[in-house]
């Protein structure tokens, strides 16, 4: 069982940036970032794998960076140049080993004004 706890989330101008965090309480193996608009499906927006691989969703390249501290057992979401289309719930995630259960955290809101 992995705890998951978020911080970072709040209300930024378009143009802005906010970093989003995520402690989990052990290890993981690969973790990630999802988030989820008013009315639409949950998203994938980054992982990254322990060994540093990452994934994003091609909306958020080149403005959104994820990275992780393996001592600290904790992801982060540097999000740069936010948009209003970037305003939803952001959900940390995590499993513990390849191909195993996800694990989440309770939801970040982060809204992003025009």
């Known amino acids: 069982q992995v705890q998951l706890v978020e911080s970072g989330g709040g209300l930024v101008h378009a143009g802005g940036s906010l970093r989003l965090s995520c402690a989990a309480s052990g290890s993981t193996f690969t973790m990630g970032w999802y988030r989820q608009a008013p009315g639409k499906q949950r998203e994938l927006v980054a992982t990254?794998?322990?060994?540093?691989?990452?994934n994003y969703v091609g909306s958020v390249k080149g403005r959104f960076t994820i990275s992780r501290d393996n001592a600290k057992n904790t992801v982060y979401l540097q999000m740069n140049s936010l948009k209003p289309e970037d305003t939803a719930v952001y959900y940390c995630n995590a499993k513990v080993y390849y191909g195993g259960i996800d694990y989440w955290g309770q939801g970040t809101q982060v809204t992003v004004s025009s």
């Open positions: 990254i794998t322990r060994g540093g691989g990452t």
